[in-house]
């Protein structure tokens, strides 16, 4: 079976996009996870669910800073 494997981002902005729709899909299958478990297993799933938030609040706050920064013309 032949490995798929993305192109590589060429930009710091391609990257943090393609990290922030890695971040959102991950939180997703957590929160969905979490849905189907009870007890403390549906805690540690959603607390997994809090530190993709997290991280991808960073992710969305570096993006912003990338897009406002002047063109290096």
Known sequence: ???IVPDPPHTLEEALL????VLRCAAASA????EQL???KRH????VVYLIDLARALV????M????APSPH
């Open 38 to 40: 009870g007890g403390s």
């Open 44 to 47: 540690l799933a959603f607390s």
């Open 18 to 21: 393609r990290a922030s729709d």
């Open 1 to 3: 079976m032949k490995k």
């Open 60 to 63: 969305e706050q570096s993006l």
């Open 31 to 34: 929160y969905e996870s979490g």
């Open 65 to 68: 800073q990338v897009e406002q």
